[in-house]
């Protein structure tokens, strides 16, 4: 038999990137330490080695953090949208220039590939800085009134799975409108968002405009009840976006909530295997499946269930798993010990709901948080694997005989965030689309983002939309019509 040819090991260097011991909170353009002096350790997942000590964020420190803001606004949002745009390209130029930096400390603390940091997340960090920077100067041409106003402060709150990456979310298009920023990283990954800071300080920025508060939900909780906030942008999970609802409910706060997923990729039998196969796997085991619009309830029709089955198992068995840093692997490590517990405990719930459990043979390293690529068949829509949000790398796999039964199978959630379609049919692919209630559509792809691109959810998987012109509706207050007074 013919000699298998192996992967070296092609590590990235931890050395390009310099973590500080201990990271204080930042707020009116300075580093500081948190009012009550605690503070928390942030680990790296593959390893478990503390990477740093972080502030804990409480109550004083929000109330500081938005006074800061507050006080900034004034003359940051009478800025002409050119001279806000000069600060946000300033900001892009400076991500791609420390992308290789960054990069590394994303993987590190998040545990995904470096693969994934350096040519996903880092480009599209950039690339939404750079987008929102061309809309400043250009608000009363984006539909929303003629002279659309700021709403003031706005507080972010931020997941761990996309650390970087949805900063870059909320923070290009609140300071591109004119609004000053309060952001809470997870407490998993804070690390991105205070190198951010550096960068905000190395490009100029006016004090006060971003403000950056770490901490757990506690210091989340302060920043959505803080009276001194104008509206509350929050990606996240589903409970906690229903309690930041609650808490505004009856308040003047804006809110946009991008919370979880149950993503349907429906697979035709006239889809090109193969192609159809990649979009799979890329629609579940990017970032080990930690994605709000993973595609993680492959819907295939019955015709070629067999062959799609086949073709999926044998590329699952030629995917890495290992270190994060090693530019070969494919799947990295689980964010935290308690998200490899919950993705444990939901498989278990799969076999023993009678589910049939299949994953490659892998060997996991003896250190950190691993959780092997595992798809499940005989499932129906009744078993908790094909209803609940994992969050991790597990495929629900479930049959469909015609469009209508695919649709109806889709639908039958309570998210509605993303959906994929595999066939060589482009009026397949509209009829289908047009019926199903997810805020993102792929047709033949899965998970790629755009900055131009509008991206959000129906039912529980929130409401609002972040990308593109329709994310600078939930930033701006729109002027009165032309001619009213």
Same mark, same amino acid.
């Given at each position: 038999?013919?000699?298998?040819?192996?992967?070296?090991?092609?590590?990235?260097?931890?050395?390009?990137?310099?973590?500080?011991?201990?990271?204080?909170?930042?707020?009116?353009?300075?580093?500081?330490?948190?009012?009550?002096?605690?503070?928390?350790?942030?680990?790296?997942?593959?390893?478990?080695?503390?990477?740093?000590?972080?502030?804990?964020?409480?109550?004083?420190?929000?109330?500081?953090?938005?006074?800061?803001?507050?006080?900034?606004?004034?003359?940051?949002?009478?800025?002409?949208?050119?001279?806000?745009?000069?600060?946000?390209?300033?900001?892009?130029?400076?991500?791609?220039?420390?992308?290789?930096?960054?990069?590394?400390?994303?993987?590190?603390?998040?545990?995904?590939?470096?693969?994934?940091?350096?040519?996903?997340?880092?480009?599209?960090?950039?690339?939404?800085?750079?987008?929102?920077?061309?809309?400043?100067?250009?608000?009363?041409?984006?539909?929303?009134?003629?002279?659309?106003?700021?709403?003031?402060?706005?507080?972010?709150?931020?997941?761990?799975?996309?650390?970087?990456?949805?900063?870059?979310?909320?923070?290009?298009?609140?300071?591109?409108?004119?609004?000053?920023?309060?952001?809470?990283?997870?407490?998993?990954?804070?690390?991105?968002?205070?190198?951010?800071?550096?960068?905000?300080?190395?490009?100029?920025?006016?004090?006060?405009?971003?403000?950056?508060?770490?901490?757990?939900?506690?210091?989340?909780?302060?920043?959505?009840?803080?009276?001194?906030?104008?509206?509350?942008?929050?990606?996240?999970?589903?409970?906690?976006?229903?309690?930041?609802?609650?808490?505004?409910?009856?308040?003047?706060?804006?809110?946009?909530?991008?919370?979880?997923?149950?993503?349907?990729?429906?697979?035709?039998?006239?889809?090109?295997?193969?192609?159809?196969?990649?979009?799979?796997?890329?629609?579940?085991?990017?970032?080990?499946?930690?994605?709000?619009?993973?595609?993680?309830?492959?819907?295939?029709?019955?015709?070629?269930?067999?062959?799609?089955?086949?073709?999926?198992?044998?590329?699952?068995?030629?995917?890495?798993?290992?270190?994060?840093?090693?530019?070969?692997?494919? #799947?990295? !490590?689980?964010?935290?010990? *308690?998200?490899?517990? %919950? =993705?444990? /405990?939901? +498989?278990?719930?799969?076999? &023993?709901?009678?589910?049939?459990?299949?994953?490659?043979?892998?060997?996991?390293?003896?250190?950190?948080?691993?959780?092997?690529?595992?798809?499940?068949?005989?499932?129906?829509?009744?078993?908790?694997?094909?209803?609940?949000?994992?969050?991790?790398?597990?495929?629900?796999?479930?049959?469909?005989?015609?469009?209508?039964?695919?649709?109806?199978?889709?639908?039958?959630?309570?998210?509605? #965030?993303? !959906?994929?379609?595999?066939? *060589?049919?482009?009026? %397949? =692919?509209? /009829?289908? +689309?047009?019926?199903?209630? &997810?805020?993102?559509?792929?047709?033949?792809?899965?998970?790629?983002?755009?900055?131009?691109?509008?991206?959000?959810?129906?039912?529980?998987?929130?409401?609002?939309?972040?990308?593109?012109?329709?994310?600078?509706?939930?930033?701006?207050?729109?002027?009165?019509?032309?001619?009213?007074?």
């Amino acid at each position: 038999m013919a000699s298998v040819f192996e992967y070296a090991p092609a590590p990235e260097s931890r050395g390009i990137v310099d973590i500080a011991p201990s990271y204080g909170l930042f707020i009116d353009g300075e580093f500081t330490e948190a009012a009550g002096g605690k503070v928390f350790k942030t680990v790296s997942p593959s390893t478990e080695e503390v990477l740093s000590e972080v502030a804990q964020g409480g109550s004083e420190d929000i109330d500081r953090a938005v006074g800061a803001a507050r006080k900034a606004f004034g003359k940051w949002s009478a800025l002409p949208g050119a001279e806000r745009a000069k600060y946000l390209f300033r900001i892009a130029r400076i991500v791609q220039e420390r992308s290789r930096e960054l990069a590394v400390l994303e993987t590190l603390d998040n545990g995904k590939p470096i693969r994934e940091t350096r040519d996903t997340d880092l480009p599209l960090v950039a690339a939404h800085f750079f987008y929102y920077a061309g809309w400043a100067d250009k608000l009363g041409h984006a539909g929303y009134g003629r002279d659309p106003r700021p709403l003031g402060v706005a507080g972010q709150i931020i997941p761990w799975n996309f650390p970087l990456l949805m900063l870059a979310w909320k923070i290009a298009p609140a300071l591109a409108t004119g609004n000053t920023v309060v952001l809470k990283p997870a407490e998993t990954t804070p690390l991105s968002a205070l190198f951010f800071a550096d960068i905000c300080r190395q490009a100029g920025l006016p004090r006060g405009v971003v403000n950056i508060v770490t901490g757990d939900g506690s210091t989340g909780a302060a920043l959505v009840s803080h009276p001194g906030i104008d509206k509350i942008a929050f990606t996240g999970s589903t409970a906690v976006g229903k309690a930041i609802a609650r808490e505004i409910a009856g308040t003047d706060k804006r809110v946009t909530l991008e919370l979880g997923g149950k993503g349907a990729n429906i697979v035709f039998d006239d889809a090109p295997v193969d192609q159809a196969v990649e979009g799979i796997v890329t629609g579940i085991f990017f970032n080990q499946g930690q994605v709000c619009c993973a595609g993680s309830r492959l819907l295939v029709q019955e015709s070629v269930h067999d062959e799609v089955l086949e073709s999926l198992k044998r590329r699952l068995s030629t995917l890495r798993v290992g270190d994060p840093l090693d530019k070969n692997t494919d #799947l990295g !490590a689980i964010n935290s010990a *308690e998200q490899l517990a %919950r =993705i444990t /405990a939901l +498989a278990e719930t799969g076999e &023993a709901e009678g589910a049939e459990r299949w994953s490659p043979a892998c060997e996991l390293p003896s250190s950190g948080y691993w959780f092997a690529p595992t798809l499940f068949t005989n499932v129906t829509q009744a078993h908790t694997i094909a209803r609940d949000e994992i969050f991790g790398p597990v495929l629900s796999v479930l049959t469909f005989r015609t469009p209508e039964e695919a649709v109806a199978k889709a639908n039958n959630t309570q998210y509605g #965030l993303s !959906a994929g379609i595999w066939t *060589e049919k482009g009026s %397949r =692919i509209l /009829a289908v +689309a047009n019926r199903l209630r &997810a805020g993102v559509v792929w047709a033949n792809t899965f998970n790629k983002f755009d900055p131009t691109s509008p991206f959000g959810g129906y039912k529980e998987s929130g409401y609002g939309r972040e990308g593109g012109r329709h994310g600078l509706e939930a930033y701006l207050a729109p002027s009165s019509p032309e001619g009213e007074h």
